[in-house]
């Protein structure tokens, strides 16, 4: 068919589903206001009956109405020796009412039909002066005791908001319904590649309502104070108090970032580049620290080496040391955050294809000069996701700060108090918003760089062997220096797992296993929910992950930039404001999710799904497209492309995506506290709490628990997403 005929029949199409469309719309509306219409009258006539016959009770009778009626205004009509109607018990509104339409022509009549006993509703909203309400006002009488003569009249006026609300909804799901056929029948006929344009349409929609729509309701309620528009709000947000926390946050995210992708390069460079012992061992207690809640390390730390700490003041017998402050948070921070770095280094030295580097050395050049020309300028792309990851997750990290800041100053925790302790939604969205400026500035300098590079190595004959760069010193140094952070580690958890059997840490240190019994007791509901939650998200991030890597590394489109800004956004946004702009945003129809587990796992998917963007487009950008081309040339569609070409090739990266978001849906606290309910509790929320009431033997059964969990679905996924070995090298030293 050629692209006109293709065009018109688009245009026929199209056609016909606005005449459908708008069918259904019309009738649907129709139906609604006549049974709204009845059930209204039929309502109001019946509150009307029940109008008291001493004048004393008038006031309670009218106060009474807005509890049956939401927003209900009443007033009680007499009717006097000239058969007139005068006002006798009113609300100031429905006097206004009132006073300003009783001699309309419509309220005579209106009068006058109540008189013969006969209800009566003015057409048309009716506006109360100096208010933007439209109200639905009804004119009712008040029969005497025989029921056949009228002894006065009722006005009662009902805000139109619900119906006005409705019929809003009935409107818009009938023009997101006619966008959604328009659009996919477009790209059906039109487009080239249809299930890429079902990929690109698919994302937008993702970004537009579950990242951009709830934060423009954050980001409009910053300019919203006592219910008028006010700019006073960011007056605060940029006075010198608040600067200083955004300039601590970052000075503090660049510390942190630059630490934690040295180690989880050291890491990295150890288990995929190297012959050492141990890999498997090194690469599970190297994720430990993402396992757990983000405070449970805090708290570790704060009881080795706080001011009362057991190695600082029992062992040491050290007086003067204080953990708090920038130092004792940066190292929370790096011991909490560098395995983010580390898996996402880890697949992007495994992809590296060792061939070049083997022609270096054949070249006879330096094992040295081979790392710093060639490993580590193909390993850059990856080395600034890992920073950028790690700068964004320290900026909105509120939850150690808050343990560990002491008299250091962070934006993160500045805007949590906003929020939890001064109920000043606006202030902490600003404050939290504020934040985006450093993480948007560190994301276009990344994405600028890497765009002006070429860093493809896997051109489909990959190497399976590769020569070991790092000569025996080298070797000795970095697991030494491994292994020593790995023991810290160890010690942090060892903390952990000790005060499930203490009866009260640093109080009573005797032994004792009622914590379990009443930890696991008390903790079942939110384990099993937390459990579920996670499992039902991950999968879901992992693939959507992908394919919005493989979108936005090989497929050029209008928008793009915006669509790879708005999947980023979450990850930089922190976790309080993601989760009071969920409820702003789906607290509402048409998707009325708040206290289901739909907004749960949708939070899971959306805030981690950056981690799996950035993991698998810098894996992409080692492989060659020539590849994926050569698939299509054979007759591949781009989901066979996508599921028998590119997911294997970039496995590591896959699994790194779904264990990332497992881990941290099932230690997710700051967003999901807002969003927990009676139905689906959180184990992490159950954590914090038994921590605040200072029960860390409870605390400590439950993240024992949460580790062991973890751990094993670590092992499932393992096994549900095989290697196929295409990454795979042995080492020849």
Known sequence: MTAKGRLLKLL????????????????????????????????????????????????????????????????????????????????????????EHKDSEEFQRGLESVYYLLP?????????????????????????????????AVLVAVPEGSAA??????????????????????????????????AVIFLFAVAIVFVAFPLFESFRLTFIEGGVFSLNIWKRTFSSQYLVSLWGSIKLGIITASVSTLIGFAFAFLTERTGAGGKKIIGTLATMPVISPPFSLTLSIILLFGNNGLITRQLLGINNFSIYGLGGLVLVQTTGMFPIAYMTLSSVLKSIDSTVEDAALDLRASRLRTFLTITLPLSLPGLLSAWLLVFTNSLADFANPLLLAGSYRVLSVEAYI????????????SLSLLLLLPTLTAFFAQRYWVNKKSVVTVTGKPSTRLAELATPPVRIVLSVFVWLCLVFIAGLYGTIVAGCF?????????????????????????????VTLSAIATPFAGLIAMAAALIVVRRTFIGKRI???????????????????????????????????????????????????ETGAASLRQIDPAIEEAAQDLGADMSKVFTSVVLPLIRPAFLTSMSYTFVRSMTAVSAVIFLISARWYHLTV????????????????????????????????????????????????
């Open 12 to 99: 026929a199409a199209v056609l016909v589903f606005t005449i459908c469309d708008v069918w259904i719309y019309t009738s649907l509306l129709g139906s609604f206001r006549v049974y709204y219409k009845q059930n209204s009258l039929k309502e109001v006539s019946l509150f009307a009956r029940t109008v008291p016959e001493d004048s004393f009770y008038y006031e309670e009778w009218i106060n009474g109405l807005s509890q049956e009626i939401e927003g209900g205004k009443a007033m009680i009509l007499s009717l006097g020796d000239d058969f007139n109607f005068f006002p006798a018990a009113a609300d100031p509104a429905a006097e206004i009412i009132w006073n």
């Open 120 to 152: 009566y509703e003015i057409s048309g909203p009716v506006r109360v002066s100096g208010s933007s309400q439209a109200m639905r006002v009804y004119l009712l009488p008040v029969p005497d005791e025989s029921g056949f003569d009228i002894s006065g």
């Open 165 to 198: 609300r409705f019929e809003g909804l009935l409107r818009n799901l009938a023009i997101i319904a006619w966008i959604i056929f328009a659009v996919l029948l477009s790209v059906a006929l039109l487009a080239r590649d249809p299930i890429t344009g079902y």
């Open 418 to 429: 906003e929020v939890t302790g001064r109920s000043n939604l606006g202030g902490g969205a």
């Open 502 to 530: 203490v009866k009260n840490w640093g109080i009573d240190y005797s032994f004792t296993l009622a914590n379990i019994g009443e930890a696991l007791s008390r903790g079942r509901q939110a384990i099993v929910s937390t």
């Open 563 to 613: 669509l790879e800004v708005l999947l980023m956004t979450p990850f930089a946004v922190p976790g309080t404001l993601l989760g009071i702009s969920y409820i702003l945003a789906f607290n509402k129809p048409p998707m009325l999710i708040v206290g289901t587990a739909a907004i749960i796992v949708i939070n899971y998917i959306i805030r981690e799904l950056p981690v799996g963007l």
């Open 686 to 733: 159950q954590i914090y709490n038994f921590s605040e009431n200072l029960r860390f033997g409870l605390a400590s059964v439950l993240s024992t628990v949460l580790i062991i969990i973890v751990l094993g679905a670590f092992g499932v996924m393992q096994l549900v997403v095989r290697d196929r070995g295409l990454t795979e090298k042995s080492i020849i030293r």
